[in-house]
């Protein structure tokens, strides 16, 4: 037959779409359809059946009983004249209808002479192929009407069947794991085989007009209900909670096509508490678009979510704790997402006292309605699990009215709605000495990989800790240092007054006070990072500030830190510069102002510190004949490094002073 017409171009591209969705054309042979031809042919009494997909220059055959070839070219298929209609199309003579009585497979071998084709309709109306059965005797009589509505069936089914291989993502285990599918479509072929046991995979026929659903044994499964092979929809949409009710499907929405078709979202049930449910589905329409039935699957992805939820959850702890500085604090942070990350009731850290077996409760996570256990609590009070605890063993109670170790106690336990009890020993250079704890106070199944990830909570909280502790000692430690240094510099500066109290000259004494007051203020700040660096504005501040002079100097760079070496040399520099301004230059006038700038030129090693210094308003600045300590520590420059640059003009005095920025860093 010649290809089909032009005219049907827009009908043709719709069906090549729906087969390039479908990913099926060309795929190895699969047992599911292979019994679907199987049954057709053997209740239709044919000695072939196709499932047959109907392309641009050929059909190809899904699944074939009588015939050896996979496919045939276009003007050698019957079944595309039976792409206009939804109806089935059934020829009782083939060499006597003129649409095929030339067709080359009448007219030679293998000579076939009765055709029945039922098309295969998808979802959104489409026609793309049909399941038919070819005998090479003439049927006057056609199907008996019994066998016209089987095949009908089972051509809904082979649709069905590509709509679940679609929407599973894990349609090849699926396919593989149904079983005997042949057996089920002999006794019932009615039946939804797209609902048939697929491993861990649920299947549903919902319809629509009685909202009631055909499920499979995986679907009851899944959902905790007992096996049954039909409910009504309300029994799972009851058990979707609160937070997820936005995205289940309802009368309403299923009778308007606008329910969510492919959706994530949680279910409370009875035995395995909360889950989380992967369910993928298809509309199937009549013949006006109206939506009739919704088919999919469903799949347990509980496991998948909660290890991607512990993966984001260990990201996020070194986030919050990074910022935290006390204990209490990085408790709660860090059960709050290891609880978030469990479907935990109550979760926390206890700081254990081994040798009275006590265990000191921080500020814990709890969900709403269940009561804090912050304070401090005897093990004893709630079992002998202690012991197991110093062992270094976790201790996983499932039911603490079963466990021999919590079932004298479980009373208390169930009073605090701790049902289910996890602890985790953390030890600390051989001694037990913080417990990672998650509650449930209903069923939970805990995995391996879970454990680890509550180890690994409390392994970095422990960490958290001793860092909190070690700089709380650390502070002390600076305070105390600070403090004798302070008395040094009190010491040093008693000892030279006296020292220097003969002297007559007591400008000199009183700039030597000064200089020693910016060191001093130079330790200040160092100490703010354990003398390792510190702030060039902070420096530059807390140098000119002491002159009472602070507003009249404008202050400009990049945030910068330099090393105590470059500390020290900066607020030194600064210190005589500006009390030379408001002795001598422009800082001596009402009018006069200063201006303190640095850049940073390059990058890497070769990056270069500028410190400049400007004054305006001022008295003409001239070169003093005599040269100080200050002025020899300002040629000097930045670390004694040189690279000075200075400037008396009418303008005033300015001084440019260079650096390489890794010396000025160092913290040697």
Partial sequence: MPPIPDRHHAENQKRLDALEAFDILDTAPEPEFD????????????????????????????????????????????????????????????????????????????????????????????????LCVIDTVPRPEGLAPDQLKILQALSRQVVALLEARRI??????????????????????????????????GTFDLDIATSQMRVSPEFCRIFDVPIAESYPASTFEDMVIPDDQSVKTSASTRMDGTALLDVEYRISTKHRSVRWISRHAAFTTDADGKPIALRGTVQDVTAEK?????????????????????????????????????????????LVDAGNETVSVQPEWQAPGIASLAGIHSFRDYGNFIDDLKLGDTVIIEDVSLDPRTSDHARALLDLDIRVLVNVPIFDHGHFSLVVFVHHNHPYDWSNEELAFVRSFGDRIQLAI?????????????????????????MIQAIATQTLKPVAEREHVENFERRLHALSRAHDIL??????????????????????????????GPKTSVGPKGSLSISLLLHELATNAVKYGSLSAESGAAYVHWTIEGRGEQATFHLS??????????????KGFGSKLIKMGLIGSGGTETSYSPDGYSVKMSASLSQMQRSD
């Fill in 613 to 626: 210094w400007r004054e305006e308003g001022g008295p003409t600045a001239f070169e003093p004949t005599k």
């Fill in 35 to 130: 019994d679907i031809v199987f049954v057709a042919s053997s209740v239709c009494h044919t000695p072939v059946a196709l499932i047959s997909l109907v392309e641009v220059d050929r059909q190809w055959f899904k699944a074939a009983v009588g015939l050896e070839s996979c496919e045939t070219p276009i003007d050698q298929s019957v079944c595309a004249h039976a792409l206009s209609s939804p109806q089935p199309l059934i020829i009782p003579d083939l060499t006597k209808d003129e649409r095929t009585r030339d067709n080359v497979l009448v007219t030679a071998p293998p000579g076939i002479r009765f055709y029945a084709g039922a098309p295969l309709v998808t979802a959104d109306g489409t026609i793309i192929g049909t």
């Fill in 306 to 350: 909660r290890a991607s939820a512990r993966a984001q959850a260990l990201l996020d702890l070194g986030d919050r704790l990074r910022n935290l500085d006390d204990i209490e604090s990085m408790a709660i942070a860090a059960a709050d997402l290891m609880a978030k990350a469990l479907d935990a009731t109550r979760a926390g850290f206890g």
């Fill in 466 to 490: 001793a860092r909190v502790r070690a700089d709380a000692e650390q502070d002390i430690l600076n305070r105390e240092i600070n403090h004798r240094l302070k008395n040094t510099f009190a």
């Fill in 527 to 556: 100490l703010q990072d354990n003398w390792l660096s510190a702030n060039v504005h902070d420096l530059v501040v807390k140098a000119i500030e002491s002159l009472g002079v602070i507003d009249r100097v404008t202050i400009a």
């Fill in 168 to 201: 599973s993502s894990r349609k090849d285990e699926l396919f593989r794991r149904q079983k005997s599918i042949s057996s089920a479509m002999r006794s019932s072929v009615n039946k939804n085989m797209a609902a048939q046991e697929a491993g861990r995979i």
